[in-house]
């Protein structure tokens, strides 16, 4: 297949790959211990963006609003903002408060840090000094530029520059794993803990976004990376971040090696075999420990179930898409099983997708991949007209495409809603690359098994 | 001293303190205004439709929401472009769960979300050029007779303008373009929005397409075909012999809107989102409306029977009435397995600004007691009837929504009705009129407008219902303190619920959730007190 270059030529979006970058910052704020994300804005966008990350964790997902009206969209929003960070705080006990900012109070210019150090004043006059606030970080998300994905990391960042500190040497890294799983970060913190390494890892949405039943409910919900380590973050013997499409940018891990000095390693998503060796190389060299001899049989366990499962995927073809470094992942992970990535597409635009692909499918491809930041799916079913995909792998929102062309979606990523247990798909490390194999494997099996006219039931 | 039925140890006055107490003073004071012990001896007027406490988690959406997402939305044979940065256009993409069955020409854009997606640029030099191109493409890729056009909260800001481009591309094109101004911030709620949709659609659409129907025709307003709801609907009227010309907006086709004012009648199901169309058509053209509730076995038979009413044609009435008893013989075998199980169980509705109303009596066929309700976006008159209209001040955010001052048309104006027969209707409460949830709501019952979080937190734990009717937002909330929620907007992916059909798949699905064994499961055998606490897993 010859490389196409040409984007298609459309200015408008029809079908977006992406969503909007407020949405990114409250995820990650919900990683958080006692944090309420709250929107500075109109108040449909929490209700929209609360009711999106629902159908795809099915956990409560709180985010408070400072419910802009007319009036205030032309004299300024900050007497709402200041009355609705007063009533979160009052209402909900907040530890944090998670400010991000939309379209109307971007356009019209708010000075978000300025309103909330007006607001930190009135409180000390008000309050007293002695009774504590909760901690304010703020960070600029206009959805005009960049996806959910820059929300993600700007949230972070925030964070990080906001409440970090150097405290003092911690025998502990950090760990920013960017947009993941709840149970990826659930698997990660395993890890961690076989290795006998103590890590921040922020934010950590493995017990806010996948909470088991409790018979007392919780405003905010438990778990999140706690506050107090936050502080000490600029301590850490060193920081370990994850997304290969960041390796150019200002991203927090940067922010924390500037300021604080701590030594920063940045590595792909480990996703699929070899980013995960290399996950798990640096943890070695981190702790001078070997990896622990369950790791080293679930990574011989998963390259048994390459060779088992090799005759059924090899020589297929993919599309993926979604954000960039989960589709690096999953494309780097396709190579290495026989699978031919055909398109690789994303709605965010990082700038550094295509080196990234071309970095983690080296030697491994007989041809590259067509490759493709800033798409829609219109846009990626028209691509796919011309790459006789065998699977598309991806959100929910790549199903049309999958029900046209009459070929498996083998859902990934976010958002997923249609299908249970979104939540709960391990992507990354040797184990999520075995329940990607076996998925891909099995629906290959079951597309064939069910286009048989006889209906064989010894596959 | 009021109290609910099932738990008549609370004292209803003391618990509305206790709610109140919640807030400081000055709060304390406005949203006491908002909750009502029903006492139905009594004028009870209700404050509603004011506007949200920033920082108070609220169930309500915006203006754009109400509009795009709400009434223009589910037009399936339209192409809806959402003017501004991604994110309003991708939410609102499918989410309601509305249906659409293709017409001749095989047009269904609903799975479409088109968006200017605009960036940086467009929002310092203009979107309009964007805006036009856009237009341009979704023309060019799917060929529809009608594109609509949605603005974002930053569309208004810049000045972006969304009518003279319509304008522009309708004489490019050769079809209709119609822009709603519904940035999100206009208005209280989505409320705000709906009415800015009936005003469009009204001006450019209905009235259009003057074409002469056979039999006894109807339009259906405000009902979203949420799961199937309007087939179900459908499949009634047409056992009766009616006919619907079209449906605002579920299923809703926009060449049936524009023949929308040749029916003889307008039945109102949403009263809060489509009422302002009823009012208008019937000043122009002059179709009177029927307000009609087919959520439920008995008023889905009262509905019809108010149309055989209407009608006054005896043999209309017999089929009707044999319909009747047919549909109903089925559904009552259908739910009576579930009405043992369900019965005298307290439901409490927060949805909406018509559902908390509607689905009252479908808890009462199955026997249980809707003893709770509040809508999340209503105005007064939802709550008190029309009759509290005239009285309604104008403030500034309703203010800034147009109204439309209306005149008989005067080609198309037709009577559907003698002047005596329509005063008679009138007069009975058939035609023209809707009493709001009030009579519905009996003595020690408790209706709470626009319920915020931690109201619903004590109401759940101090009222104890078995079932709380509400949507996807707060869903997981109320089924954290163990209570089961039903999703009354999107139907938890189910549905349809409407008419006799829907009743019967209502009654097992309420059922199932109600009587789910999880719930006992909690505490694991070996545990004295329940395995997990809020208290576990904190340092």
Redesign the interface.
């Given at each position: 297949m010859t490389r196409k270059e040409a984007k298609p030529p459309y200015v408008s979006t029809t079908n977006a790959c992406k969503l909007c970058k407020p949405l990114g910052a409250c995820l990650a704020f919900r990683g958080i211990e006692g944090t309420v994300p709250f929107l500075h804005g109109a108040q449909g966008c929490a209700t929209y963006m609360r009711r999106y990350i629902i159908s795809h964790f099915r956990e409560p997902m709180d985010i408070a609003s400072s419910s802009l009206g007319e009036k205030q969209a032309i004299y300024g929003g900050g007497p709402n903002l200041k009355q609705g960070l007063k009533n979160v705080m009052d209402k909900y006990g907040a530890k944090i408060i998670g400010i991000a900012t939309t379209c109307l109070t971007e356009t019209i210019g708010d000075d978000v840090p300025m309103i909330l150090n007006e607001f930190r004043q009135e409180m000390a006059k008000q309050r007293g000094k002695k009774k504590e606030l909760p901690l304010l970080v703020s960070v600029s998300t206009p959805s005009y530029s960049g996806t959910h994905i820059e929300g993600f990391h700007a949230a972070v960042k925030a964070v990080v520059d906001q409440l970090a500190i150097n405290a003092g040497f911690i025998e502990s890294i950090n760990l920013l794993p960017g947009f993941l799983s709840p149970v990826d970060i659930r698997y990660i913190k395993g890890i961690l803990e076989d290795f006998a390494l103590s890590g921040i890892i922020l934010p950590d949405i493995s017990e806010t976004l996948d909470a088991p039943a409790r018979r007392d409910y919780e405003k905010i919900p438990v778990g999140g990376t706690p506050i107090s380590d936050i502080r000490v973050m600029g301590g850490a013997k060193s920081t370990l971040e994850f997304g290969r499409t960041l390796f150019h940018k200002d991203t927090p891990g940067k922010l924390i090696a500037k300021r604080f000095m701590v030594p920063l390693h940045q590595i792909g998503s480990p996703i699929g075999l070899r980013e995960s060796d290399r996950f798990f190389a640096i943890l070695e060299e981190l702790t001078g420990r070997k990896s622990p001899k369950k790791y080293l049989y679930e990574r011989g366990r998963l390259i048994d179930a390459y060779v088992d499962g090799h005759k059924y995927v090899f020589g297929k073809k993919a599309i993926v898409y979604g954000e960039e470094d989960l589709v690096v992942g999953i494309t780097a992970f396709l190579a290495e099983i026989g699978i031919r990535p055909v398109l690789c597409a994303s709605g965010g635009q990082s700038g550094r997708f295509r080196e990234a692909i071309e970095e983690v499918t080296a030697s491994l491809l007989p041809a590259p991949p067509i490759i493709h930041e800033g798409m829609d799916f219109y846009e990626i079913a028209e691509e796919a007209e011309g790459c006789a995909p065998d699977m598309i792998i991806g959100n929910s929102k790549g199903y049309p495409l999958a029900r046209r062309r009459q070929v498996p979606l083998i859902r990934v990523g976010f958002p997923i809603h249609d299908r249970f247990g979104g939540q709960r798909i391990l992507h990354i490390g040797y184990r999520g690359a075995q329940n990607l194999l076996d998925r891909i494997v099995n629906a290959l099996i079951e597309k064939s098994q069910e286009a048989s006219p006889v209906g064989y039931s010894y596959m | 001293m009021p109290r609910l039925k099932s738990v008549p140890a609370v004292d209803l006055d003391e618990f509305v303190e206790k709610v109140i107490g919640?807030y400081?003073a000055k709060v304390a004071k406005k949203r006491r205004k908002h909750i009502i012990v029903r006492e139905p001896s009594e004028e009870q007027q209700i404050e509603a439709n004011v506007?949200?406490?920033?920082?108070?988690?609220?169930?309500?959406?915006?203006?754009?929401?109400g509009c795009k997402g709400v009434v223009i939305g589910p037009i399936g044979d339209m192409v809806h472009?959402t003017h501004?940065?991604?994110?309003?256009?991708?939410?609102?993409?499918l989410?309601r769960r509305n249906f659409f069955r293709p017409r001749e020409n095989g047009h269904n854009f609903l799975?479409?979300?088109?968006?200017?997606?605009?960036?940086?640029e467009?929002?310092i030099f203009g979107g309009e050029k964007?805006l036009r191109?856009?237009v341009e493409?979704?023309y060019k890729?799917l060929k529809p007779k009608a594109i609509s056009i949605h603005a974002?909260?930053?569309v208004?800001?810049?000045g972006d303008d969304i009518q003279t481009v319509a304008r522009e591309m309708s004489a490019k094109l050769g079809i209709s373009v119609l822009a709603f101004n519904c940035?999100?911030?206009?208005?209280?709620?989505?409320s705000a929005g709906h009415h800015i949709a009936n005003n469009n659609l009204f001006k450019q659409v209905v009235g259009r397409d003057d074409v002469p129907q056979d039999g006894f025709t109807v339009n259906i307003l405000g009902e979203y075909n949420i799961g199937g709801d309007a087939w179900e609907i459908e499949r009634v009227f047409d056992k009766c012999g009616i006919k619907a010309l079209s449906t605002f907006s579920g299923n809703g086709s926009i060449d049936e809107m524009r023949m929308s004012h040749m029916a003889d009648l307008n039945l109102v199901m949403c009263h809060r989102s489509i009422n302002y169309m009823a009012d208008m058509m019937e000043k122009r053209f002059g179709i009177p409306w029927i307000k009609v509730n087919f959520i439920g076995i008995k008023a889905m038979a009262k509905s019809l029977r108010k149309i055989a009413k209407f009608l006054d044609q005896p043999a209309f009435s017999d089929r009707v009435e044999k319909v009747i008893a047919e549909e109903i013989a089925e559904a009552e075998a259908g739910i009576n397995p579930y009405r043992e199980r369900l019965k005298g169980k307290t439901a409490a509705l927060f949805v909406g600004g018509s559902r908390a109303h509607h689905y009252q009596d479908l808890f009462r066929d199955l026997g249980m007691e809707p003893s709770i309700a509040g809508h999340e976006f209503a105005h007064r008159d939802d709550y008190e009837g029309r009759k509290v209209l005239p009285t309604l001040t104008v403030d500034?955010?309703s203010r800034?929504i147009e109204e439309l001052h209306i005149e008989p048309d005067p080609e198309r104006y037709r009577p559907r009705k003698d002047n005596e027969a329509l005063e008679g209707l009138k007069a009975e409460g058939v035609v023209d009129s809707y009493d709001g949830m009030w009579p519905d709501m009996g003595s020690g019952t408790l209706a709470i407008d626009d319920i915020s979080?931690?109201e619903m937190?004590m109401l759940i734990k101090r009222l104890k219902p078995d079932i709380v009717c509400s949507?996807?937002?707060d869903?997981?909330?109320i089924e954290?303190?163990?209570v089961p929620s039903k999703q009354l907007h999107n139907y938890d992916y189910s549905g349809p619920y409407a008419g006799f059909r829907g009743a019967v798949n209502f009654a097992r699905e309420i059922d199932m959730m109600i009587n789910n064994p999880a719930w006992k499961l909690?505490k694991a055998p070996w545990e004295t007190g329940?395995?997990?606490?809020?208290e576990?897993?904190?340092?």
């Open positions: - | 919640l400081p506007r949200t406490v920033p920082g108070i988690i609220t169930q309500r959406g915006c203006c754009y929401a472009i501004g940065p991604i994110g309003c256009g991708f939410y609102s993409w989410t799975t479409y979300c088109f968006s200017t997606d605009m960036q940086e467009d929002i964007k191109t856009a493409e979704a890729i974002t909260c930053p208004g800001l810049i940035e999100g911030y206009k208005g209280v709620t989505q500034a955010d800034n979080h931690i937190e949507g996807i937002k869903k997981y909330v954290k303190f163990g909690l329940p395995t997990l606490t809020a576990l897993g904190k340092k």
